[in-house]
């Protein structure tokens, strides 16, 4: 079982490569039972969101 | 080129600034890649289509300016010349207990209607300053990837930092952003 530390390594990955399928299955099983780290993948994709409205012009 | 573009221009000049300042933590280059782009701009006002906003079209050309400028100060002063923050690694190590579980008194919780934060300009202040409190290798590489656009392999390419190090920095801009906000904007928006 993947640690909170270890699901938040793979969170930031996903966001710059394809995880492996061992890996994603892991981080699925984690995000499941764990609500603080749903709320961080979540979050990753909202950064990820805000990043790219500042770099289009929209965040200022 | 018609006066209203020239003072729309002008107008605009002062987001141009902060948003090169922000990407290049210099505020000589980001002078260079705002006059540049202003010149750009003027020079090629015919190729503005308007299916954009003119702020996105003249922040397209900036991008642009700035990633030139980022390639050549790679050149001259490589990003894998710079050595790891040990405050950054420290503060990271406090976010979990030993076993690697989040701290309890830090744990991700929700954030409510977060895309609702995205129309609020105090947002972006906070946003911004959450950027900039970045340390400098780290800011860097995440602007790059996440602003600028640009794959992870070419972050390798022009900084001279590994595919894996590369990642492990994202990480921790990741980590320290979020904390970041949640700290200056969404801790504040729940009460």
Same mark, same amino acid.
């Given at each position: 079982?993947? *640690?909170?530390?270890? /699901?938040?390594?793979?969170?930031?990955?996903?966001?710059? #490569?394809?995880?492996?399928?061992?890996?994603?299955? @892991?981080?699925?099983?984690?995000?499941?039972?764990?609500?603080?780290? /749903?709320?961080? #993948? /979540?979050?990753?994709?909202?950064?990820?969101? /805000?990043?790219? #409205?500042?770099? *289009? @012009?929209? @965040?200022? | 080129?018609?006066?209203?573009?020239?003072?729309?221009?002008?107008?605009?000049?002062?987001?141009?600034?902060?948003?090169?300042?922000?990407?290049?933590?210099?505020?000589?280059?980001?002078?260079?890649?705002?006059?540049?782009?202003?010149?750009?701009?003027?020079?090629?006002? $015919?190729?503005?289509?308007?299916?954009?906003?003119? $702020?996105? &079209?003249?922040?397209?050309?900036?991008?642009?300016?700035?990633?030139?400028?980022?390639?050549?100060?790679?050149?001259?002063?490589?990003?894998?010349?710079?050595?790891?923050?040990?405050?950054?690694?420290?503060?990271?190590?406090?976010?979990?207990?030993?076993?690697?579980? &989040?701290? $309890?008194?830090?744990?991700?919780?929700?954030?409510?209607?977060?895309?609702?934060?995205?129309?609020?300009?105090?947002? &972006?202040?906070?946003?911004?300053?959450?950027?900039?409190?970045?340390?400098?290798?780290?800011?860097?590489?995440?602007?790059?990837?996440?602003?600028?656009?640009?794959?992870?392999?070419?972050?390798?390419?022009?900084?001279?930092?590994?595919?894996?190090?590369?990642?492990?920095?994202?990480?921790?801009?990741?980590?320290?952003?979020?904390?970041?906000?949640?700290?200056?904007?969404?801790?504040?928006?729940?009460?």
């Amino acid at each position: 079982m993947l *640690s909170c530390k270890q /699901a938040t390594e793979l969170m930031s990955q996903e966001q710059d #490569r394809r995880l492996t399928l061992v890996e994603r299955i @892991g981080l699925r099983l984690h995000v499941m039972i764990c609500s603080a780290c /749903a709320s961080y #993948r /979540a979050q990753m994709a909202f950064l990820r969101q /805000a990043c790219r #409205r500042l770099g *289009s @012009g929209g @965040g200022l | 080129m018609e006066p209203d573009r020239h003072s729309e221009l002008n107008a605009l000049r002062p987001d141009l600034l902060r948003f090169a300042r922000l990407q290049l933590r210099d505020a000589g280059a980001a002078e260079d890649a705002v006059q540049e782009t202003l010149l750009a701009a003027l020079a090629g006002g $015919k190729q503005f289509e308007q299916k954009s906003s003119y $702020k996105t &079209w003249l922040i397209s050309i900036l991008r642009n300016k700035i990633i030139d400028i980022i390639r050549s100060q790679g050149r001259e002063a490589p990003l894998s010349a710079l050595t790891d923050d040990p405050e950054e690694e420290a503060a990271i190590e406090a976010l979990f207990e030993a076993d690697g579980h &989040w701290r $309890k008194d830090v744990r991700p919780a929700r954030w409510a209607d977060p895309e609702a934060s995205l129309e609020q300009q105090q947002f &972006w202040r906070v946003f911004e300053a959450c950027l900039d409190h970045l340390p400098e290798r780290t800011a860097r590489v995440f602007m790059m990837r996440e602003v600028l656009g640009l794959d992870t392999g070419e972050i390798c390419k022009e900084t001279g930092i590994s595919t894996s190090n590369c990642w492990v920095v994202l990480h921790r801009a990741r980590l320290a952003l979020r904390a970041c906000l949640q700290q200056g904007w969404f801790a504040g928006a729940e009460a």
